[in-house]
Each structure stands twice: as structure tokens, then as C-alpha cells.
């Protein structure tokens, strides 16, 4: 499998695939493919995460694409502007994307689950929810930020506090939990609300610099199932 990321403002990736080669791809994603490409909305892992899924706001079912012959085409986009950028998963490990973030993943062992945010705090405070998608195995992932990427690798023990929506996806070894605004002033002025979400390496972190806009991707997932 191979591909290229193109574009500048709302950038797209082009997939060349090839015979065996298979993609998970977030629902709605798929902007052009050649005729011959087979693809198919699947749920990944099964029926066993379903009730999982449906909570994480990325759907039930994800688009599986496989390739039967060489050099086929599959082109995917965000419907948002927006950077793309890959994930390796034998360099920085298991990634864990917030909603909407996720664009593809591919290799030879892909697992795609549904996590459960390891503090309550975070879960019900720190803006990415209780359900985060994780991605695992050998292979690639494609991550999309709103706006630009700030990327940051935490050594052990160092943390950073980041603007709720702004967190777009983080290596699973990182601690994900929430620290408070702090004042009155601070609560109804900042636009912060309560709290921000503080994270703690070690690990690789993607910032986005906007903050996504929730009807992005309801409207994609929409478009794709009517």
C-alpha cells in the first residue's frame, strides 16, 4: 500500500493499492476510488464493541477497502480543512484518536477498538469523551488536525495542558486527564469553560490548532448512508 498526501488548505491522501491490500477508513471518507475497487461498511472486531463504537461518535461501522489488482486508486478526504498526517504504529505505538480525527489505517495487523478513558475526570470533563478509538498492531494510521498540527514528543513524566477540542490524537502510552481552569474570571471569560485537558508522557501528542467543528463529520457520515 502506498500513498500521498496532497492538497494544502483541506488536504486528501490518494491510496495505490494492491492485490491483498486492505483499508479501514472512517465512514464517509471516501472522495474518488477507480470503478473496480471493492469496499464495503464493516464493524471492526465484530459485534462484540458495538455498543463501544456507537458511543465514540465515530459510527458503528467503518469503510473496508481491499484491492484486487495493482495500482488501483482510492482518494480519501476529512470534509474539513485541515492537515493530515501519518502514525507510525512500530515507531510511536498505539494512537489514540479523538472524534473525527481518524481518517485510515493500514497494514498487516491493523486492531481498531474503543477505549475507555482511564480517569473519570477526563472522561466526563476533558472534552474528547469516555469512548476514544484506538488503533494498534504493525501498520500505518492517518490522523487529521483542523487547521494545523502541533506535534509534540512528552519524555516520562512531562506534561502539557491543552484547550479543550484542540487535542486531535495521542500515543496510548500517554496519561489523558483534566486540570482545572482555576478562578472566576478565568471560568466565564477565557472561553475555556471548567477545565483543559492535561496530558502526561511519555509519548507522541497531535495538536490541532481549531477546534473541530462537530457538524463535519455528522454531515460526511450523513451524505455517505443516504
Same mark, same amino acid.
Given at each position: 500500500m502506498q500513498y500521498t498526501i496532497e492538497g494544502t488548505l483541506a488536504q486528501t491522501v490518494q491510496l495505490t493499492l494492491s492485490p491483498g491490500a486492505d483499508c479501514w477508513a472512517s465512514k464517509g471518507a471516501l472522495m474518488a476510488l477507480d470503478p473496480d475497487v471493492r469496499w464495503t461498511l464493516k464493524v471492526p472486531g465484530g459485534l462484540s464493541g458495538t455498543v463501544r463504537r456507537m458511543m465514540s461518535g465515530e459510527g458503528l461501522a467503518l469503510t473496508y477497502i481491499q484491492g484486487d489488482r495493482e495500482g488501483q486508486k482510492v482518494m480519501l478526504s476529512?470534509?474539513?480543512?485541515?492537515?493530515?498526517?501519518?502514525?507510525?504504529?512500530?515507531?510511536?505505538?498505539?494512537?489514540?484518536?479523538?472524534?473525527?480525527?481518524?481518517?485510515?489505517?493500514?497494514?498487516?495487523?491493523?486492531?481498531?477498538?474503543?477505549?475507555?478513558?482511564?480517569?473519570?475526570?477526563?472522561? *466526563?470533563?476533558?472534552?474528547?469523551?469516555?469512548?476514544?478509538?484506538?488503533?494498534?498492531?504493525?501498520?500505518?494510521?492517518?490522523?487529521?488536525?483542523?487547521?494545523?498540527?502541533?506535534?509534540?514528543?512528552?519524555?516520562?513524566?512531562?506534561?502539557?495542558?491543552?484547550?479543550?477540542?484542540? *487535542?486531535?490524537?495521542?500515543?496510548?502510552?500517554?496519561?489523558?486527564?483534566?486540570?482545572?481552569?482555576?478562578?472566576?474570571?478565568?471560568?466565564?471569560?477565557?472561553?475555556e469553560g471548567l477545565f483543559m485537558t492535561q496530558l502526561t508522557g511519555p509519548g507522541r501528542i497531535l495538536l490541532q490548532t481549531l477546534k473541530r467543528a462537530r457538524s463535519g463529520r455528522a454531515a460526511s457520515s450523513a451524505g455517505a448512508s443516504g
Amino acid at each position: 500500500m502506498q500513498y500521498t498526501i496532497e492538497g494544502t488548505l483541506a488536504q486528501t491522501v490518494q491510496l495505490t493499492l494492491s492485490p491483498g491490500a486492505d483499508c479501514w477508513a472512517s465512514k464517509g471518507a471516501l472522495m474518488a476510488l477507480d470503478p473496480d475497487v471493492r469496499w464495503t461498511l464493516k464493524v471492526p472486531g465484530g459485534l462484540s464493541g458495538t455498543v463501544r463504537r456507537m458511543m465514540s461518535g465515530e459510527g458503528l461501522a467503518l469503510t473496508y477497502i481491499q484491492g484486487d489488482r495493482e495500482g488501483q486508486k482510492v482518494m480519501l478526504s476529512s470534509n474539513q480543512p485541515g492537515k493530515i498526517i501519518a502514525w507510525d504504529l512500530a515507531r510511536d505505538g498505539a494512537v489514540v484518536t479523538t472524534r473525527g480525527a481518524f481518517v485510515a489505517a493500514f497494514g498487516p495487523q491493523i486492531k481498531i477498538d474503543v477505549t475507555i478513558a482511564r480517569r473519570a475526570g477526563a472522561a *466526563l470533563f476533558g472534552g474528547a469523551g469516555l469512548f476514544l478509538q484506538k488503533i494498534s498492531g504493525q501498520g500505518t494510521v492517518l490522523v487529521h488536525g483542523a487547521g494545523d498540527f502541533i506535534e509534540q514528543n512528552l519524555a516520562r513524566g512531562e506534561s502539557t495542558v491543552v484547550s479543550t477540542g484542540n *487535542l486531535a490524537a495521542f500515543a496510548d502510552a500517554v496519561d489523558y486527564s483534566i486540570r482545572a481552569t482555576g478562578g472566576v474570571r478565568r471560568v466565564l471569560f477565557s472561553g475555556e469553560g471548567l477545565f483543559m485537558t492535561q496530558l502526561t508522557g511519555p509519548g507522541r501528542i497531535l495538536l490541532q490548532t481549531l477546534k473541530r467543528a462537530r457538524s463535519g463529520r455528522a454531515a460526511s457520515s450523513a451524505g455517505a448512508s443516504g
